[in-house]
């Protein structure tokens, strides 16, 4: 099943694609490879979700933003490369956890986007290697922050 096809099976409808706010490109594509900077989670009312793991968010707080984090990401790739369908699978993903300094659980956060891409992609393509690193600070204060390298066929 194509990810258009699965976002709608899903009822997943992306949000707008964010854009930069600083000196960046949201995406860029080399050869066969799209690189996603860094992005944070958007809440439905377009506000940063901000926040500190082990502070004043638990780990579900932590999982759904990291999960909306996930979507703006899929907004951006779409936005970029016209439509999901020319993603071939995920290669690598990095998770940033803005956290206490002895909170562990940064991958079960990360895992909001990781377990939103594997139901977009499927098992296979939607699953890359993966970092989750605790952070003491974040820009904004977001909560995580998240970048990705995907794989794609030829632009």
């Known amino acids: 099943m194509n990810p258009q096809a699965k976002l ?84 690598k993903l990095v998770g940033l956890v803005r956290c206490t300094d002895d909170f562990d659980q940064q991958p079960a956060v990360i895992n909001g986007c990781s377990e939103l891409f594997r139901d977009v992609f499927g098992e296979d393509a939607g699953v890359g290697a993966r970092s989750a690193i605790g952070a003491t600070s974040l820009p904004g204060k977001m909560a995580v922050e998240i970048e990705a390298i995907f794989e794609i066929t030829a632009p």
């Open 8 to 91: 709608n099976q899903l009822a997943i409808t992306l949000p707008e694609s964010p854009k930069a706010l600083g000196l960046y490109k949201p995406v860029i594509v080399v050869g066969n490879l799209a690189h996603l900077s860094g992005h944070g989670p958007i809440g439905v009312d377009k506000k940063l979700i901000t926040g500190r793991l082990g502070l004043d968010m638990d780990v579900q707080a932590g999982f759904d933003a990291a999960r909306l984090t996930g979507l703006s990401m899929l907004a951006t790739l779409q936005s970029h490369l016209g439509n999901l369908d020319k993603i071939k699978r995920l290669v």
